[in-house]
């Protein structure tokens, strides 16, 4: 299957600011990837390079069988990107913004408008469609945004951070959109902070951390890296979590995997088994527990254990 999008290398600074540091990338044609870090660990820098809004400081970019910076105007007709923020014009209704973006495209009035109408009713806003965008709700505008990508049918798609500050509903409506979007045959390239959309949409998965893929694979492969299954103890008492910490790994060794909830402790099994000897030395201790479980880590937990630090960070990517 031919490779939609290849890099090598991939580097850009930002002034002091590192913000790629050499990232190598292969995406399959007709996949959806994800691109998964905290804030300030590249993503945008690396979608904003792949689209041609950026040039590489070194390294290599091939977006369907194109240079990016070489070809970069063959790279634009085949590509599309909806980024972390709305890019409709929120004066115009739902039906205008997606006619001007066909009219932008080169379609007659008559191609953008039943092209509009044919978006509209896909994404669920025809019943919006004669409303101004800014009377339209957080998740509606998210829709209208990636609709407008769609005027064009790409042949890759950028979604940075699509879902970013949407409730549930309106998460898991993206969410469809998005499978819908990959199973008519555009390849998807998503960025996210969050560990579940990655979790559920994306074939494969690269984990990005101070510009550096740091970990590849689906997302079977990267819960497998930190142990085939994991003891999640939920402790009655946040004061109790060290001397807890401190048996588990007495029983376990250097197995605790690191997490930000004062009321729990999470470690690697080498066997199911593991977990009974865990439960006596909690008990025999009085370490009283809320619940706990045995299972496979979470994408959360393997995140924890690869970077030592949540997803959601404070921002410090450069900006150009």
Known sequence: MTDAIETHGLAKRFGDTRALDGVDLRIRQGSVFGLLGPNGAGKTTTIRILATLLRPDAGTAMVLGHDVVRDARKVREKVSLTGQYASVDEDLTGHENL??????????????????TELLEAFGLADAAGRQVQTYSGGMRRRIDIAASLVA????????????????????????????????????????????????LAERLAVIDHGRVIAEGTSRDLKASVGSSALHLRLASADQRARAQELVSRVLGEAILPGSDPMSVTARLASPAQAAAVLAALTEDRVELAEFSVGNPSLDEVFFALTGRATETENSEGKP
Do not use: C, H, K, N
């Open 153 to 200: 049918i790409p042949e890759i798609l950028f979604l940075d951070e699509p879902t970013t500050g949407l409730d549930p509903r309106s998460r898991s409506q993206v969410w469809e959109l998005v499978r819908r979007i990959a199973a008519e045959g555009t390849t998807v390239l998503l960025t996210t902070q969050y560990l579940d959309e990655a979790d559920r």
């Open 99 to 116: 006619v001007l973006m066909g009219r932008l495209l080169g379609l007659s009035w008559r191609g953008a408008g039943a092209r509009a």
